[in-house]
């Protein structure tokens, strides 16, 4: 089974505080993403990466960065939280190529005070 | 308009009925339909992957697409309260990345 794994379930910070959360997979899939799900907004893409090294933009990206320096790790940054950050954030992997489905860490609770 | 619309519920069921739940979409592109299911505080786990029309049994679970209607459903048969979770209809654009529903919050009354 692929197994995604974030490394905290819950994690509390303050505004102004770089935040790092890191995403593993065990899969050795190509491709990862992050996602942030808010209530009545669903699911949705801040960035993703096909390749070690390689990063693009999805549909929410400002003031998030993302570093992949190995294949199986994918690490979402928060230069200087805010508390409109404060929400869940899920890692998701796929094989290489398009219609893949993506496999699911159980998320990061972040609380930004 | 979004891509992708799903009825964010709540849909409240009691044990042992069946349970449709409907996305519909815009992009005739289109080709490849996933549902996930997600428990309270847990991660979406796939549930169905379906490619083009028709129909896909697994279980209880049934996954219908509808290409020409721009429509997906997900059928549970004889529903349990363990089946109470949100489930997101997905989508993909060809590009490696999904499309998510909004998702739909089922709870299974025993």
């Known amino acids: 089974d692929v197994k995604v794994t974030q490394s905290s379930r819950y994690l509390v910070k303050r505004t102004g505080e770089k935040v790092f959360l890191e995403c593993v997979q065990d899969?050795?899939?190509?491709?990862m993403f992050w996602y942030r799900q808010d209530p009545g907004l669903g699911l949705r893409l801040i960035y993703f990466s096909y390749d070690v090294k390689m990063k693009e933009k999805g549909d929410i990206p400002e003031g998030y960065s993302v570093s992949r320096e190995k294949k199986e790790r994918f690490s979402l940054i928060l230069e200087s939280a805010s508390t409109n950050q404060t929400s869940m954030y899920l890692c998701?992997?796929?094989?290489?190529?398009?219609?893949?489905?993506?496999?699911f860490g159980d998320g990061t609770r972040l609380s930004i005070l | 308009q979004k891509e992708v619309e799903q009825d964010p519920g709540p849909l409240s069921v009691p044990e042992g009925a069946i349970v449709s739940l409907n996305c519909t979409y815009s992009?005739?592109?289109?080709?490849?339909f996933m549902w996930y299911r997600q428990y309270s505080r847990k991660g979406p786990e796939l549930l169905m992957y379906?490619?083009?029309?028709g129909n896909k049994e697994d279980g209880r679970f049934t996954a219908q697409v509808d290409k020409s209607s721009k429509y997906i459903s997900l059928f549970i048969r004889d529903s349990q309260p363990s089946d109470s979770a949100t489930y997101l209809c997905a989508m993909d654009n060809q590009g490696g990345k999904l499309i998510f529903g909004q998702g739909t919050e089922l709870s299974v009354k025993p």
């Open positions: 992009n005739s592109a289109f080709q490849y």
């Open positions: 998701a992997s796929s094989s290489a190529g398009g219609n893949q489905p993506q496999h």
């Open positions: 379906t490619y083009s029309s």
């Open positions: 899969m050795d899939h190509e491709n």
